[in-house]
């Protein structure tokens, strides 16, 4: 592994952290830094939609309105490079929400899975052409 390489590995984890930073904060605009004009949104494994961001993320802000924190944590990332520009990334997630219930109790509501982008390198750094949200299990739901 050259520097390069790793340079490049630290700045795709960087984006992977703008994305959950800019979705726990409720920070939608600062999506605009992590992925392309043209990228694809894909949270169906979420029961959700398939799209572009100006589409599918008004769907997210609406499904996180109910909980008043929410946290990501990041695990394993895996890089698979496609040429110099362009690389396939899969993270584990865990995702804890807090909502408030009736009685004004709070409740946690976890989802854990993978997310899987595609990425490539712009003149911006690297940018998200595509996202699967691969949800694996969920508790409290």
Not at 110 to 124: K, L, N, Q
């Amino acid at each position: 592994m050259d520097l390069q390489e790793l340079s490049d590995r630290q700045e795709i984890t960087d984006l992977l952290t703008r994305y959950t930073r800019a979705v726990d904060t409720k920070s939608f605009d600062d999506l605009d830094t992590v992925f392309t004009e043209d990228a694809v949104l894909d949270y169906s494994g979420a029961g959700g939609p398939v799209g572009p961001p100006d589409e599918v993320v008004p769907w997210i802000a609406k499904g996180l309105a109910g909980f008043v924190r929410t946290q990501h944590v990041l695990g394993q990332i895996s890089c698979a490079f496609e040429g110099p520009d362009r690389a396939a990334v899969t993270a584990y997630f865990t995702n804890p929400m807090v909502v408030i219930d009736p009685d004004g109790n709070e409740s946690l509501w976890e989802v854990g899975g993978y997310y899987h982008h595609d990425v490539v390198r712009t003149p911006s750094g690297w940018r998200s052409t595509k996202i699967v949200d691969d949800v694996q299990w969920r508790r409290g739901f």
